[in-house]
């Protein structure tokens, strides 16, 4: 019903015991009857899905929402919100890996005089 993109990562999901009823994990094979409630944990929410509908195919996503109900909990819904703005903030220019410029200025500052490895060896006497 389009909460994964294909069966088999459904599958996964379910076999990594992702997928919950009533508490209970669920196998890749299990049907569901019309009223079922399952949660469904998506990185860092849990998402709870209700069937209102079955279909024997797949279905376009403009028909979606007449077959299953998303009845998760605000709070995750938050969640995932505070996660998008996490993630959208970027990096500055910079912080990451060092550019031509960075690594320019890091070989001027470390000589070829210096020996990292110049220390003594205790059993070398």
């Known amino acids: 019903m389009r909460i994964y993109k294909t069966r088999s990562?459904?599958?996964d999901a379910c076999k990594k015991g992702r997928v919950h009823q009533n508490g209970v994990e669920l196998k890749p094979s299990r049907t569901f009857r019309?009223?079922?409630?399952?949660?469904?944990?998506?990185g860092p929410i849990t998402r709870t899905f209700r069937v209102?509908?079955?279909?024997?195919?797949?279905?376009?996503?403009?028909?979606?929402?007449?077959?299953?109900?998303d009845i998760t909990n605000p709070d995750q819904l938050e969640l995932l919100e505070l996660a998008r703005l996490a993630g959208r903030?970027?990096?500055?220019?910079?912080?990451?890996?060092?550019?031509?410029?960075?690594?320019?200025?890091?070989?001027?500052f470390i000589s070829d005089d210096y020996d990292f490895f110049d220390f003594d060896d205790p059993d070398e006497d």
């Open 9 to 11: 990562m459904a599958a």
């Open 34 to 42: 019309v009223g079922d409630v399952f949660t469904v944990r998506m």
């Open 52 to 69: 209102l509908q079955l279909s024997e195919n797949r279905l376009g996503a403009k028909l979606v929402p007449d077959y299953m109900q």
């Open 89 to 108: 903030s970027g990096r500055d220019r910079g912080t990451g890996r060092p550019t031509k410029k960075d690594r320019r200025e890091i070989e001027s």
